[in-house]
Each structure stands twice: as C-alpha cells, then as structure tokens.
C-alpha cells in the first residue's frame, strides 16, 4: 500500500519540469543577495505548511483512493473544475488556532515558516480582489487564514513566508496544469502555448502576489513552486514585484529565473558541502497535503539526522507538516517536531548559525562500482554515523550511533584544547599520540538519539593538513 504511494511520488517526481539546479556551482558573490540572507543562514530549520482544500478529501475521491501527493489530488484524479470547487462549501476550519501552530514551530526549535497561500488548485487561503476563489469570499468560515497566522507570527516573533504556485494553477482556463478541463498547454511542437498564459500571470498570479506583500507584514521569504514556461521576461517580473515591495523578501529557488537561494529537488540532501545558501523541502511522512492513509512518519532521530546532516552541508532544512482540514496539525507530527525540540533545546549550539563541516568524509564516498541512484547518477554511499559543524575555534561532533572507540578526530593543524559533551558539559579527555588526537565518550552514550561533543581548538579556523605524498593517513 504504502508502496504504491511512494512509486507514484517517484512517477511524480520523474514528471516534475524542472531540475533542481545543484548547490554546488558557486555564483558570484552579491552584497545586497547576501544581506537579506543572512537571517535565512542562522535560522537553519523551518516548518512548512501545505494546507488547502485537498485537506478535506485527503487522499480519497468518491470513496476511491486516489493515490500520490495529497495536495495532487484534483489533478491525479482528473476532478473537473466545477466539482472540485464544490469543496469550498465545506471548507470551515474551526479547530485552527494560529497560536497554536506558531507555539508548535516555536517548540519544534524552528526559526520560520512557509504556508501555501495557493497551491498548485489555485485556491488562497488568504482574502484577494482578483479572485473571488479564496477562503474569505468562498467558504463558510469566512476568514483570512493568513492573517491570522500572520498576525499570531508577529505577536510571538516568528519569521512567516509565502509558498505560492505561480505557473500552476489548476482553476484557471489560462493557468498552466490543467489538461483535463482546458486542454493542454503546450502544442505537441512543445514550443507553442495554447493558453493565453499571460493573462493569468497578469489577471491572477502577479496581483496575488502584490497582494501577499502588501497586506501581512514582513514577509520572509516568497517560496514559489513549479516554473512552467517562467522564462524571458516573466520570471523577471515576480522579481521586481518582491524587490519593490519587499526588498528584503528572500525568493527561493524555483521562480524560474535565479532567487535568492537554491531549492534542492524534494526530500533531496546533497552528498557534498556548499557556501551556497540552499534549502531541502522534505516531507514528514510521505505527502504534503494531509492524506488520511499516510502515517508513515519520521522519526525524531530521522528528523534529528537530517538537519544535521544539512547544517553540516550549509543548508537549511524545510520540514513540511499537512494540516486536517479542521485546522489541527496531525499530533504524531507534531510529538515528533517536539521531541526534535527537546533535544535542539540542549545542543542547538551544534545547528544554528553553524558552519559547514571542514572535513567531508564523514559525508560517504561514491561508489566504487558501476552503480547509479533512483535519478540515474553515480550511486553515493553515505555514511551516517556522525555529522561535524563548526563555530569559530569549534567543531561540533554529533554522534548518531556509538562512535568506535577511541574516536579519531580528523588530522588539522591547529592545536586542539579541550572536549566537552554539549548537553551537560561533563568534560571529556583528549589524547594524543603519535600527532593524532582521539577522544572515548562513556556508555551507553547521553542521548541515544544524538550526542554532541565539542572540540575547542586555536584559532578560529580549521587548517587542513594535507596527507602525505602518494597516500592516505
Ligand atoms: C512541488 C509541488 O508540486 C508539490 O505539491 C509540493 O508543493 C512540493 C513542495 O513542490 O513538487 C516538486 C517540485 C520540484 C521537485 C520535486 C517536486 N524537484 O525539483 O525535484
């Protein structure tokens, strides 16, 4: 069962236009690029949100499963516009509490978040003049949802962002997706539009977008989605609608045209480190939007491993919850975000505002052999012991499993000082010999879920020694 869901994610994926450009190619440095990040850069862990009208079947359409991403729903079972927006009649949320949700991200040590304010079903969850199909003119509870989160963000000191589908737009005639009520998009030249594509992006998309910038406070960042036929000129124009209202806003990495930060593909972390600010949008269990057969949700030490296997490469971890569609955010999802919470309480040290690891093995390797991944390129075999970020003058080892024991630090050059555990910082012996320092941490080791041991060395630095001629250390 859960299987198919996940092949049909793969399908999905494989469809998706777009290639996630890969963090790793270094642009040129932009001061003004680089001042709005730095917020982005510190904060390391947010939540994400994906919350619509697909709440309400949740994964199930005329008492048939429709399989895929929650929020996929419309498309992946071809339900006509008109039926489709029926949904609107029953959508009355009375158990959302934006309080609640921003305590929730608060307690899940998280720095932002990102809600849908129109999804890919071209429903806003946010009152708008252009289009009447919004949760205020539409449904019975009558109320802007952004709102009130927004307002809940600035009373608790919550940075909030905007995901907004600007190419896709099933609802519309000219919106691009929609093939089941208004034909294709493209002619079978692949070149040709067959929507007047403009019109939605001037009719629809860009006064949305004017509108989310305008009327909820500082917005963090805009997380668009999905660039279909973004190119020339249109790209450009979402650019300049955030910069002139928001020049602080950040764009993420799937406008279409460069943003302000790269997006790698769905629940992907890369294998190696970057200086590039980039982000990895991940699911908690195996959608987005809420399905109701979906509970195959991470676990605290997934969750834990994730986003310090991230920190470590120099990004920012996404974590996405899916609301019911009376409000309430899956308490399995939210026991998991706490818990991942408790243990961020004691060694957010180790993640936020942390640096890169300066080594990389710890990372995996390539495979040796002739083996590819799911997307076809050289099979990486990571290796997923422990993880290493930095601050200045210190490394930061977080253990995943008992590291063998002695543990050896990576050869540097600076001289090292001192060890501690982070959560109770009970010293701990370093050793050297033979100019390798290794240190033995007591078991069974603190926290089972991760335990961090900082290293002080001089300096602020880490300086690499180079291995010796011809070999290895
Ligand atoms: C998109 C959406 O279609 C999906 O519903 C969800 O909102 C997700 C966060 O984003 O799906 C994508 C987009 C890009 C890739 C994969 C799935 N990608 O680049 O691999």
Redesign the pocket.
């Known amino acids: 069962m859960r299987k198919a869901v996940a092949a049909s994610f793969m399908l999905?994926?494989a469809l998706?236009s777009?290639?996630?450009q890969s963090p790793t190619v270094p642009r040129p440095y932009d001061a003004a690029r680089e001042k709005r990040l730095e917020w982005f850069r510190e904060a390391k862990y947010g939540m994400?949100i994906?919350w619509g009208l697909y709440a309400i079947p949740a994964g199930e359409w005329k008492g048939q499963r429709c399989l895929g991403?929650g929020?996929?729903l419309m498309n992946r079972c071809k339900v006509p516009v008109t039926e489709y927006e029926q949904l609107t009649k029953q959508f009355n949320p009375t158990k959302f509490n934006p309080d609640d949700w921003v305590q929730l991200a608060q307690d899940a040590g998280m720095k932002y978040m990102v809600i849908?304010s129109k999804?890919?079903d071209g429903f806003a969850l946010f009152k708008s003049s252009v289009s009447p199909y919004n949760v205020v003119d539409a449904t019975p509870y009558k109320k802007d949802l952004l709102k009130q989160l927004a307002d809940a963000c600035a009373r608790r000191g919550m940075r909030l962002g905007f995901?907004y589908?600007q190419s896709?737009d099933w609802h519309e005639k000219d919106g691009a997706g929609n093939t089941w009520d208004f034909g294709p998009d493209m002619a079978p030249d692949g070149k040709t539009e067959l929507k007047k594509y403009d019109d939605y992006l001037r009719g629809k998309a860009e006064p949305q977008v004017k509108e989310l910038l305008t009327s909820y406070g500082p917005v963090a960042l805009i997380?668009f989605?999905?660039p279909r036929n973004m190119a020339g000129e249109r790209g450009q124009r979402f650019t300049d609608i955030v910069r002139k209202i928001q020049p602080n806003t950040l764009i993420d990495g799937?406008l279409g045209t460069e943003g302000d930060y790269r997006?790698?593909?769905?629940n992907?972390i890369p294998p190696e480190a970057s200086t590039e600010a980039w982000e990895t949008?991940a699911?908690i269990n195996d959608t987005?939007?809420f399905r109701k057969d979906d509970t195959n949700w991470k676990s605290p030490g997934q969750v834990a491993f994730k986003l310090v296997d991230i920190v470590s490469k120099g990004g920012n971890y996404l974590l996405?919850v899916g609301p019911t569609a009376e409000g309430i955010i899956p308490q399995a999802s939210a026991d998991v975000l706490r818990t991942v919470g408790r243990w961020l309480k004691a060694n957010g040290d180790a993640v936020y505002d942390a640096g890169t690891s300066p080594f990389g093995a710890e990372f995996g390797e390539y495979t040796s052999k002739d083996a590819k991944d799911v997307r076809g390129q050289k099979l990486f075999l990571a290796n997923n012991e422990w993880r290493v970020t930095t601050k200045p003058g210190k490394l930061y080892f977080t253990f995943f499993v008992e590291p063998r024991t002695p543990f050896e630090i990576p050869a540097m050059k600076n001289k090292l000082l001192r060890a501690y555990r982070l959560a109770d910082k009970a010293p701990i012996p370093l050793k050297t010999e033979n100019g390798r320092t290794t240190f033995e941490m007591s078991r069974p080791m603190l926290d089972p879920m991760a335990t961090v041991v900082v290293v002080e060395y001089e300096g602020t630095h880490v300086e690499k020694l180079v291995p010796p001629e011809g070999g290895e250390w």
């Open positions: 999905g994926l998706v777009i290639r996630a994400f994906h991403l929020e996929w849908t999804h890919h995901y589908s896709q997380w989605d999905t799937r997006s790698t593909g769905d992907v949008p699911t987005w939007g996405n």
